[in-house]
């Protein structure tokens, strides 16, 4: 393409390009847009819960080797087989998460432009030599840093840098930055600073990196896993101690202790919550939504009120000129001139222009070819663009309520036509006009009337929020006039009580009261859109905002989730979380159904884990004291009732297996808030549960069998399995067929397991007579009645 610049040098010839890039003087600053293999590879092989069960089983097996042989020994460590699904599962899942996000961030990136030969180039910006002459438009990002050598009214928002929300003005000579975008004007720099010496070059590229930004989720699994660290090792001090007094089985007791320390560690829960995540990444972007951060999977999900920016989000990209209507007196032919030269001395018109400029072409209007003396830029902050020329005058294109006066009856043409749901801009010519100093002597000319382009899903899509209990805000720069009908065309509860923005109140607390009474509102400036997500956060809410427009980058910054359009600017790109490729607003709800599925169904595989770990530290620190009172009292040693192989029986069909299916599976539950009371919630009675039965039916079963039997293991292995399939049903709630069909599955396989003596004898159990299943029955019967009260029936008082 040609340059739109009066710049008289050319840029970098082909030549002298060739020489920086022999010379290295290239943008090569490494872009990450997911991790690489090594850290995926380092990720999943050595993690602590990997180190911990590694040194278990080493324990188990050798120990058990040195009495029994290598082969029983291995028996005893089966329970590792965890160590290899977590790295085989984790680390397939991970690539295939990390080649969609390498494939999505590609589609999602953006190309530089530079002047080179004369000519303006699209390039990948890894290619930017040093000297290079790189021209931006309003939504372009600053991706290296040097100084303005041309502007035509450049302004510069540097707010993700300084926090300045205010553009700035940039004139020759003075400095760009990366990490900066362009908002209004146009302007070559020449890149002087580039790849890895370029300011901020690390937080322009932030915004696709693969990143595992706050996750509640996360945060609250880790807070799970150190408070496992810090009880494992007195406990398991607790437990071997307690052990001693069986001195002369010392190996066995090791073996034994080792199976009591097993079920404590939440050994797949890390594994099955990154494998939810990766797979929700893969899911969504067969969607062509790109997750640039994998906790806004959980974003949308914890969503209660959503911020949508009507242009490019309820409205599609482009819009069509409906009429242009000359003011009484106004010369027709005059108007349709003023819009072509105004069109002519836009070097980055926006769509609105664009609309313009093609309803022009339709209708053979020709270029004046009039004298440009200064350009005025579009800007969202100030609602109109403009033209000075060398002998007709000054121009101005714009909102009606921004440059026209209060009541004047041109105004209220413009009101009427935009509550009909039209884009309508005034056209006027001006004494004077400065992007600084203001507007004077305006008089109207013509009223363009525009035709926005509703999107055909976003009716439905916002009838889905409404009933999934999500507030909708639209918010847009706009006339409130224009919202207002724009949103009663798709139903918005509230479309007939817009607010103008521009008489906001400035109080924090007064702004938040009328965010939660109103929903739509109009002439909202980019700051005001900020504000309006703080003040929504200051009263609890989560927050997420749509955007397309450099206007909506602060917002998008500062929301619990931003959500950008691909087509949108490529600042909006860069600092959203999501991005919907295909600009399509009814994929929202399929990204609140993935954060659904993750979310329920990590909440679901928690609870079957923490279970475990409770029954686990409840018995060791049963058969503690146990052990010990007995040792006190001078009879027999209490021995720990299983060995690893129990406990790796018992866990693949309560947790192993189970956990891995409804961790994946569909789910359509709201989110719920504070995830780790949640689960503790359910854990602690569960575990309890569980464990009390089981070691009261060890006791009595090793009183009638004796130590030297295997019944007590057996009765006690059989309780602990129907009370943990017991816990697995109720957290499998609600039902379908195969979630019968699974717990059904696993019941079957334990039975036989017990019942086919081949497979009893290798789990070191045998079927248990008349005296031991009575027994086993009473235990379970006891404990399945105390988990159906404290978990399914107990009052809603209890519950709370």
Request: net charge negative.
């Amino acid at each position: 393409m040609t340059t739109p610049m009066l710049a008289g040098d050319r840029g970098l010839t082909a030549a002298e390009v060739a020489e920086r890039v022999e010379a290295g003087a290239v943008n090569e600053a490494k872009r990450h847009t997911s991790r690489p293999l090594s850290a995926i590879l380092r990720a999943n092989f050595f993690t602590p819960l990997n180190a911990v069960i590694a040194v278990l089983a080493a324990i188990a097996i050798g120990f058990t080797a040195v009495e029994e042989g290598f082969l029983e020994g291995l028996k005893q460590g089966l329970f590792a087989g965890v160590i290899i699904a977590n790295i085989a599962i984790g680390t397939i899942q991970e690539l295939r998460a990390k080649r969609t996000l390498d494939k999505l961030s590609l589609m999602n990136r953006s190309n530089a432009k530079v002047l080179r030969d004369g000519e303006v180039q699209e390039i990948d910006p890894a290619r930017i030599v040093r000297d290079d002459l790189v021209y931006v438009e309003p939504g372009d990002r600053i991706v290296v840093d040097g100084p303005v050598v041309e502007s035509r009214n450049l302004e510069i928002d540097e707010s993700l840098l300084t926090g300045e929300a205010d553009p700035v003005a940039k004139a020759p000579g003075d400095e760009v930055r990366s990490g900066s975008f362009a908002v209004a004007g146009t302007g070559l720099f020449r890149a002087e600073q580039i790849g890895a010496d370029s300011y901020a070059a690390k937080l322009v590229e932030e915004a696709s990196k693969f990143a595992l930004a706050r996750s509640e989720l996360r945060e609250g699994i880790n807070r799970f896993i150190k408070l496992i660290n810090w009880l494992i090792v007195p406990i398991a001090l607790l437990l071997i101690i307690s052990q001693l007094a069986d001195a002369a089985n010392w190996r066995q007791i090791i073996v034994r202790t080792v199976a009591g320390i097993v079920p404590m560690i939440p050994e797949g829960l890390v594994l099955l919550t990154s494998v939810a995540f990766a797979v929700g990444v893969i899911r969504l972007g067969a969607r062509h939504v790109l997750v640039q951060e994998l906790p806004a999977i959980e974003g949308l999900a914890r969503t209660d009120v959503l911020c949508l920016d009507k242009t490019g989000t309820l409205t599609e990209g482009g819009m069509d000129v409906d009429e242009i209507r000359p003011i009484n007196g106004s010369d027709n032919a005059a108007v349709w001139v003023a819009l072509a030269a105004l069109r002519a001395a836009d070097d980055s018109p926006n769509p609105t222009m664009q609309a313009v400029a093609a309803h022009l072409e339709e209708r053979g209007v020709a270029d004046p070819s009039w004298r440009v003396i200064d350009v005025m830029p579009f800007s969202s902050a100030r609602k109109w663009s403009g033209t000075r020329f060398t002998d007709n005058g000054t121009w101005l294109l714009g909102a009606p309520d921004i440059l026209l006066e209060h009541g004047d009856p041109v105004a209220l043409e413009a009101d009427v036509l935009a509550a009909q749901g039209l884009r309508v801009l005034a056209l006027v010519t001006a004494e004077s006009a400065s992007t600084t100093g203001g507007v004077t002597g305006v008089k109207p000319q013509a009223l363009v009337v525009l035709r926005q382009r509703l999107r055909g899903t976003a009716a439905a899509t916002l009838a889905y929020f409404k009933e999934q209990g999500v507030k909708v805000k639209i918010i847009s720069g706009d006339s409130p006039a224009a919202v207002g009908a724009v949103a009663a065309q798709l139903g918005v509860d509230g479309a007939a009580d817009t607010v103008d923005a521009r008489r906001l109140p400035e109080d924090p607390e007064e702004l938040a009261d009328l965010l939660e009474r109103a929903t739509i509102f109009g002439r909202v400036k980019p700051h005001q859109k900020q504000a309006f997500v703080k003040a929504l956060q200051s009263r609890g809410h989560t927050v997420a905002m749509t955007g397309d427009g450099v206007n909506d980058v602060l917002a998008l910054k500062d929301a619990d989730l931003g959500i950008a359009m691909g087509s949108g600017s490529a600042a909006a790109r860069s600092v959203a979380q999501v991005v919907l490729l295909d600009d399509e607003f009814a994929t929202l709800p399929h990204v609140v159904d993935e954060g659904r599925r993750v979310l329920g169904n990590i909440g679901r595989v928690s609870n079957l884990f923490l279970t475990k770990t409770v029954y686990a530290i409840s018995l060791a620190l049963f058969i503690a004291v146990g052990a010990i009172s007995a040792w006190m009292l001078g009879n027999d040693p209490l021995p720990y009732p299983f060995l690893p192989i129990h406990q790796s029986l018992i866990n693949l069909f309560t947790i192993g297996l189970p956990a891995f299916f409804l961790a994946l599976a569909p789910t359509f539950e709201r989110a719920k808030p504070n995830f780790v009371r949640r689960v503790l919630k359910f854990a602690i009675p569960a575990g309890i549960c569980c464990a009390v039965p089981t070691f009261i039916v060890y006791l009595l079963s090793l009183a009638h069998d004796g130590t030297d039997s295997q019944l007590p293991q057996t009765t006690a292995a059989i309780t602990l399995f129907c009370l943990a399939l017991t816990a697995l049903a109720i957290v499998a709630r609600p039902y379908v067929w195969w979630k019968f069909l699974l717990v059904g599955v696993c019941a079957a396989s334990f039975v036989a397991v017990v019942s086919i003596p081949p497979l009893a004898d290798f789990y070191e159990l045998e079927l248990p007579g008349v005296w031991n299943t009575t027994v086993a029955a009473i235990g379970v019967g006891s404990g399945v009645a105390a988990l159906l009260f404290w978990l399914v029936v107990r009052p809603k008082h209890l519950k709370d």
